[in-house]
């Protein structure tokens, strides 16, 4: 047949064939130039190949990492002036290696920090914030990811409404999927009071904004920047765990700061107060505080986001697990780490590092918990020793390594946290704060079971196969 005689039709035919070949080409060659793991550009480049209309959709779709692209692009805030100088070594201390490696990965000493208190549960924390919010005259800035109408929530509004009778700057950050994903929400009764309040990178149809990814985690409190508290509570009635009629509650964990620290905290705060409304009028910021030579905390803030501070959290933890002497504790609610993590727990604990990993026993978010499920096989034949713990759920993110050593905050040990969120966490040197973390993890392991690879091996073989489908899924949990 001459090409002359080919068909309207057949010159279709010969089109769609061509632009299919030349998108899978496409796709195939992406991955193969822009994947760090060996093994996923090689699925992806057989994905291509071998399905030529259906592996370049999927590719776009899922193979393509848009985040960091889309952060670095959208989260321009103010640039403000620093908290002032920190310090690298402060005298009488020997912090070192521990402290040198987050100073590597920030560019930034310590700050001190003249009191820090943990607050367990609602119980603790609701009450505490609540009277320093009551009683500011200044300035409340207030960024959670949830933030739901019930009892605590309210009380927390009408709290900020004392302060804002007082003359206080009152703002608050809700994170745009948080805020709506968990009624009841807060905003309507926010707006009643006329409380200032943002949505960080909110969902919306017009203009078009549906992405689940780069959300706000990051749990932060400042007023009259003297206190601030972080950790890894919402306001939410459910972290109110001595109630009876509460089946879904959590345990967890928050911390009330005093010192230069804050300085930071209320940085971070508007750094992400001018993101969300595109006013840089701030830019000129203040410290209040100053390091106190004598002080007997030390801490550092770790900002991890998928913008310029990508990967600064996992690369701490790297480096501190990596020169630990006697021990690594840490408490999580979704243990989903990357193999750089497992390598670096696995490698302490050949050295004779005591690592303990404690986990609740069943999580809140189900794809989450079936995924951790297929890969605790992986990390127990690594012989780490994990511990699941009986509900109530554990909520509570910490870390403690040997002694002096302890990382909070509001980041979970999965990709989401570590890769597509905006997190942040607080870098302790305290024997005292260290000894306080170690005894609630201490406590709560004694409640917990260890386990093991035959414990997993019991399920039966539908629940094994759900679990590992799940966990190919895990890099967007």
Not at 2 to 21: E, K, P, R
Not at 377 to 406: G, M, N, Q
Request: net charge neutral.
């Amino acid at each position: 047949m001459s090409v002359a005689q080919i068909s309207l039709d057949g010159w279709i035919d010969i089109a769609v064939a061509l632009l299919t070949v030349i998108a899978s080409v496409t796709a195939a060659l992406h991955a193969l130039l822009t994947k760090n793991d060996s093994r996923s550009a090689l699925a992806w480049v057989v994905f291509c190949l071998v399905l030529p209309l259906i592996g370049p959709i999927t590719y776009l779709i899922l193979g393509i990492n848009r985040t960091r692209q889309r952060a670095q692009g959208s989260y321009q805030p103010g640039d403000l002036k620093g908290t002032g100088k920190s310090i690298s070594e402060p005298t009488g201390t020997n912090f070192r290696p521990y402290s040198l490696i987050g100073e590597r990965v920030t560019g930034y000493g310590l700050h001190s920090c003249d009191d820090l208190t943990i607050l367990e549960n609602g119980e603790a924390f609701y009450p505490a914030v609540i009277e320093a919010i009551s009683q500011a005259r200044e300035r409340v800035y207030l960024s959670t990811y949830i933030f739901q109408d019930g009892e605590s929530g309210g009380q927390v509004v009408e709290a900020l409404k004392e302060a804002k009778s007082h003359g206080a700057d009152v703002r608050i950050i809700l994170d745009g999927l948080g805020g709506i994903a968990y009624p009841p929400g807060i905003a309507r009764k926010l707006r009643k009071a006329r409380i200032p309040f943002e949505y960080f990178n909110p969902i919306q149809l017009l203009p078009p904004s549906l992405h689940i990814n780069m959300r706000n985690h990051r749990k932060i409190v400042v007023v009259d920047s003297h206190t601030t508290f972080i950790g890894g509570q919402n306001i939410s009635d459910r972290h109110l765990v001595s109630r009876t009629n509460n089946p879904k509650c959590a345990k967890d964990l928050h911390f009330r700061l005093h010192g230069k620290i804050v300085d930071d905290l209320e940085r971070a705060f508007l750094r992400d107060w001018n993101h969300c409304t595109g006013d840089d009028s701030d830019s000129c910021f203040h410290p209040a505080n100053t390091n106190k030579t004598e002080s007997d905390i030390w801490t550092r803030l770790i900002l991890d986001g998928p913008n310029e501070h990508l990967d600064q959290l996992v690369e701490v933890m790297l480096g501190v697990f990596s020169v630990a002497r006697t021990r690594i504790w840490l408490v999580t609610p979704y243990f989903l780490p990357g193999p750089e993590i497992v390598a670096a727990l696995q490698g302490a604990a050949l050295r004779g590092v005591d690592v303990k990993i404690l986990l609740p026993e069943r999580s809140n978010i189900h794809l989450a918990h079936y995924a951790a499920q297929h890969n605790l096989r992986y990390i127990i034949e690594r012989e780490l020793d994990v511990f699941f713990l009986p509900a109530p759920f554990i909520h509570t993110k910490a870390i403690l390594v040997d002694d002096l050593y302890s990382l909070i905050g509001s980041a979970n040990m999965d990709p989401r946290s570590l890769r597509l969120n905006f997190e942040l966490g607080v870098e302790v040197f305290s024997r005292e704060f260290t000894s306080q973390l170690a005894e609630y993890i201490g406590k709560n392991l004694a409640q917990a079971k260890r386990v093991n690879v035959e414990l997993l091996g019991k399920e039966p073989l539908p629940i094994r196969i759900r679990n590992a489908l799940s966990w190919l899924f895990s890099p967007y949990l």
